[in-house]
């Protein structure tokens, strides 16, 4: 089982950067043993996938509408995993929350995660 507990959230101005951090407190398998992944929640909107990294951090996956402006990255002797967020835009404005899961490859659907954190609020003004 683990625990996780995002940070970082804020307000921003479009173009601006942030990076959020999830810390996670993991019991009876250690954090290596867990792929991570970021997603977000707009008001009124499905929760979506936004970045993903397996195990060891050799290997990464990004949606679309923020591939070359986040990177998600992970510090297993930490038990952290980052998302840095450049070049933000008004439609970045979200709750975002980070996911844990046992399965070994890398995984953009809601449903593959087992471990949610309770998210933090990202706000990108125009």
């Known amino acids: 089982q683990v625990q996780l507990v995002e940070s970082g959230g804020g307000l921003v101005q479009a173009g601006g950067s942030l990076r959020l951090s999830c810390t996670a407190s993991?019991?009876?398998?250690?954090?290596?043993?867990?792929?991570m992944g970021w997603f977000r929640q707009a008001p009124g909107k499905e929760r979506e996938s936004v970045a993903a990294i397996s195990r060891s951090g050799t290997s990464t996956w990004y949606a679309g509408s923020v591939k070359d402006r986040f990177t998600i990255s992970r510090d297993n002797a930490k038990n952290m995993v980052y998302l840095q967020m450049n070049s933000q835009k008004p439609e970045d404005t979200a709750v975002y929350y980070c996911?844990?899961?046992?399965?070994?490859?890398?995984?953009?659907?809601?449903?593959?995660?087992?471990?949610w954190g309770q998210g933090t609020q990202v706000t990108v003004s125009s």
């Open positions: 996911a844990a899961t046992t399965k070994t490859n890398i995984f953009s659907s809601t449903v593959a995660y087992d471990y």
């Open positions: 993991a019991s009876g398998r250690t954090f290596s043993g867990y792929t």
